[in-house]
């Protein structure tokens, strides 16, 4: 390590010390979600299970609840769910990425881990240079940079190229990165190595103008490309996306296309785009396969430029929070996410009830309240009308049977004026939904369809309240859940 990155590994340390205290107080401060310690938190990043351990990295600014110059936290769990916070992995010490260590993803290469990330570097006029890098390390903590590994941009595109997802597929080594062409367009480009440090640009395989999709996005961030299921899927984050009615309704979106990847040509034929997430925050997923041949992604719970300096968590220090854990598996045209199986251990308090019958009265049913806990609702094929879900007083989930349409409701963090995110649901089933301090996500119908965001409620309400427009009845179970960081 060298003299430059000790110095930013210990301002950093000091600043966690410094806020500690107020961060910590802060009512809003997660359970059984992974936070920054002070700062800001954004993308995960090399998310991997390395010799039998998970490592999930991500985006960190330790100075300041705004975007900077990134570190790279660290926590790494044997289970999923408790999570040790690590040493910081990486900081922008080096004239490559001295601007910040941005996005990137983890493989194991011959016995050590291996990342490969983006070094951010700009001018005193603000142009910008980007490098992908990469670092080592034989413990899984501390890493030595190798420096850049593709320094030079490949003819027709800026220098908005970054976040390289790296896998291994019939003995080469290829990475998938977002890129950005010269008429500010987003696309995903192609790279192949046959040791990591040596790499050819392949071609650019999706994105706008290409393969029959129209203009989509002035820039692709995060791609993410994977087999599942017997399909290829291209996760990745378009930036630019205009409204279309129910879709596309945060500033920028995550989503995926499902088809079939040529490594020869190279082309990944696809179709449509789906958005992974209806909810108000949720961005720049990442993906990892463990030792259960499990394809489990997680996310940033947050969206770039979307009322981020408006968070009351800023108060206290500390923005952002990454997703549970989710388990992926493809049906038919639909990803399907479901929470990692190893969260059921975080359960206690289990409270059931059969049959609850519910009107048009919000009800609160006995024992069913909190603030960090897991509710299941089954057996909603039968129900008429309208029926509610309110939750601790400051968010509200509606279906509507006869639209089909369900509708997440909570207040604006700049105005405090109701603000929705929409979801079409052809037929309500059940609800699996794992409320934090700060949080709710919301799995609909199995995880066809997800709803993900934060929300602030005033911090004595733990209330949960049902209603349905007509009198109905279902089965409510109720967790609490503890915390992973203790």
């Known amino acids: 390590m060298t003299e430059r990155e000790k110095e930013l590994h210990q301002r950093a340390y000091t600043e966690v010390k410094k806020h500690q205290e107020r961060v910590n107080a802060d009512p809003y401060r997660q359970s059984f979600h992974l936070m920054p310690p002070a700062g800001l938190l954004n993308d995960p990043n090399g998310w991997i299970q390395w010799k039998g351990v998970y490592h999930l990295f991500y985006q960190w600014n ?3 609840c705004a975007h900077g110059a990134k570190f790279w936290g660290h926590f790494s769990s044997a289970d999923m769910v408790k999570w040790k916070e690590e040493p910081v992995a990486l900081a922008p010490s080096e004239w490559f990425e001295k601007n910040g260590c941005y996005s990137g993803s983890a493989v194991d290469q011959d016995g050590e881990l291996a990342l490969i990330y983006t070094g951010n570097v700009k001018d005193e006029e603000g142009n910008r240079e980007s490098y992908q890098c990469m670092a080592t390390s034989s413990d899984g903590v501390t890493f030595e940079k190798k420096g850049p590994v593709i320094d030079e941009l490949p003819a027709g595109y800026t220098a908005h190229f970054r976040d390289p997802k790296v896998w291994k597929h019939n003995g080469s080594w290829y990475l998938v990165i977002g890129a ?3 008429d500010e367009q987003g696309q995903a480009l192609l790279y192949k190595s046959g040791d990591l440090k040596n790499w050819t640009f392949e071609g650019p395989i999706a994105g706008s103008h290409i393969g029959g999709l129209e203009e989509f996005g002035f820039m692709w961030e995060c791609p993410d490309l994977f087999h599942l299921d017997g399909k290829d899927v291209l996760v990745v984050s378009p930036q630019g996306l205009e409204q279309e ?5 945060n500033t920028y979106q995550a989503g995926y296309f499902i088809g079939e990847m040529d490594y020869e040509t190279p082309a990944f034929h696809h179709g449509d785009f ?14 990892a396969v463990d030792d259960k041949g499990r394809r489990i992604l997680t996310a940033w719970m947050g969206v770039p430029e979307q009322d981020e300096e408006y968070h009351p968590t800023i108060e206290h220090g500390w923005i952002h929070c990454l997703t549970v854990p989710r388990q992926l598996s493809v049906k038919g045209s639909t990803v399907i996410q479901q929470p990692v199986e190893e969260l059921k251990e975080l359960r206690e308090k289990h409270v059931e009830h059969k049959k609850a019958e519910i009107g048009p009265e919000p009800v609160q049913l006995e024992n069913v309240s909190g603030k960090s806990v ?22 509200r989930l509606v279906y509507n049977k006869e639209e089909r349409l369900l509708t997440l409701e909570r207040k604006n963090m700049k105005t405090r004026l109701t603000e929705q995110r929409h979801a079409r649901v052809e037929n309500l089933r059940d609800l699996q939904i794992y409320m934090d301090a700060s949080s709710l996500e919301v799995f609909i119908n199995g995880g066809e369809t997800v709803m993900t965001s934060r929300f602030f409620p005033e911090d004595d309400d733990e209330s949960i309240l049902l209603k349905s427009s007509e009198k109905t009845s279902f089965t ?7 915390a992973i960081n203790k």
């Not at 009615?245 to 309704?249: A, E, K, L, V, W």
């Open 180 to 182: 950005q062409t010269t």
């Open 374 to 395: 897991e509710l299941s609702i089954n057996g909603l094929e039968g129900i008429e009308g309208i029926f509610e879900t309110i939750f601790r007083g400051e968010a």
């Open 476 to 482: 409510v179970e109720k967790w609490n859940l503890q």
């Open 62 to 64: 330790p100075f300041a």
């Open 245 to 249: 009615s129910i879709y596309y309704q």
């Open 274 to 287: 789906f958005e992974l997430d209806k909810g108000f925050e949720f961005y720049a997923p990442q993906t």
